[in-house]
């Protein structure tokens, strides 16, 4: 069992940063990839950013050159760095594992879930 516990989201204007962070506690973090997800309010769950244990990211095309993905295995946490952030941007974002090294973008293949945390983007 992993256990996913996102913190940092919050409210800021458009063209400014955040910083979220996933602690993740249970099993050897190293061994799994990991991902950020995003869900605005009536649409579905979608795929923003992943990374392998090696470093290895991917990135959904709307976020590429503005967040950055990145995760510090000996402090078993994820990060994602927001910058350049837009109105369309807000959604609660959540941190996955999937228990597998590949980075993949693919809803249904992350195994742990956190809870999510709410980023606002005002225009």
């Known amino acids: 069992q992993v256990l996913l516990v996102e913190s940092g989201g919050g409210l800021v204007q458009a063209g400014g940063s955040l910083r979220l962070s996933c602690a993740a506690s249970?099993?050897?973090?190293?061994?799994?990839?990991m991902g950020w997800f995003r869900q605005a309010p009536g649409k579905e769950r979608e795929f923003v950013a992943a990374?392998?244990?090696?470093?290895?990211?991917l990135y959904v095309d709307s976020v590429k050159g503005r967040f950055t993905i990145a995760r510090d295995n000996a402090k078993n946490t994820l990060y994602l760095q927001m910058n350049s952030l837009k109105p369309e941007d807000t959604a609660v974002y959540y941190c996955a594992a999937r228990s597998a090294t590949g980075v993949v973008t693919t809803l249904s293949r992350y195994n742990y879930w956190g809870q999510g945390t709410q980023v606002t983007v005002s225009s």
């Open positions: 249970g099993r050897t973090f190293s061994n799994y990839a």
């Open positions: 990374i392998a244990w090696s470093g290895a990211s």
